[in-house]
């Protein structure tokens, strides 16, 4: 297994579009987390699965982002009608239910609103 | 509303051992302490976790005190690759919580 993977690696978009990024993590891994990351802080919590049913959302999360884990293996998270603030590194985690306090993090996905 | 606190920025030199403290002062009986190594432009790497006293392994040390208020991240003898982020959390409630992190600049 070659660890939790993003796509895209990076997204330029317009104020206003649809965006839409994936996650695939460990394959074992039960538990998947969504943190997006500005320059400069810590990665801020938005959601978590636990396999395909998503147990907890951030107040950060907004209704224009959803996040969906259909089969309990990859997920996404759209952004409808992206802001310039929604310009940050999304992040993907996985870890296994137990032990769940160590997570495997991706690359990220870089996304700018123009 | 972070709740853990660790300095913003540290320096040293190659070869020193760095010690890095992180406050927790709301943990739970329950929660674990954990730290995170972060490079630019890639996403946080596990590094060490504890519950109390000390743990360590092939990276770092960790110590924790009886009273788990706080806990210290031991680097044995840095080198210029340690230049990074380092964040520590503990787990409260199911919101995993990280803070500014620690910028720890490692000098030739």
């Known amino acids: 297994d070659t660890g939790v993977s993003q796509d895209p690696r990076h997204k330029i978009t317009k104020r206003g579009q649809n965006v839409t990024f994936r996650c695939d993590p460990i394959s074992e891994h039960n538990r998947l987390y969504w943190y997006r990351q500005t320059l400069g802080q810590g990665p801020e919590f938005l959601t978590y699965?636990?396999?395909?049913?998503?147990?907890?959302k951030s107040r950060l999360l907004s209704d224009r982002f959803s996040a969906e884990r259909p089969k309990g293996s990859f997920s996404t998270l759209e952004i409808q009608r992206t802001e310039q603030g929604d310009s940050a590194m999304y992040l993907c985690?996985?870890?296994?239910?137990?032990?769940?306090?160590?997570?495997?993090f991706g690359p990220g996905t870089r996304l700018t609103v123009t | 509303l972070a709740k853990t606190t660790q300095p913003i920025s540290m320096d040293s030199y190659e070869g020193q051992e760095v010690n890095i403290t992180c406050s927790h002062n709301n943990i739970a009986t329950n929660d674990y302490i954990t730290w995170y190594q972060q490079f630019p432009s890639q996403g946080p790497r596990f590094i060490i976790q504890g519950y109390k006293t000390k743990v360590t392994n092939e990276v770092a040390s960790l110590f924790i005190p009886a009273d788990r208020k706080s806990s210290t991240l031991s680097l044995p003898r840095v080198s210029l690759s340690d230049t990074a982020v380092y964040y520590c959390?503990?787990?409260?409630?199911?919101?995993?919580?990280f803070g500014p992190g620690t910028r720890l600049s490692v000098l030739p």
């Open positions: 985690a996985s870890s296994p239910v137990v032990g769940a306090y160590e997570q495997y």
């Open positions: 699965f636990q396999n395909e049913a998503q147990l907890e």
């Open positions: 959390r503990d787990n409260y409630g199911q919101n995993f919580v």
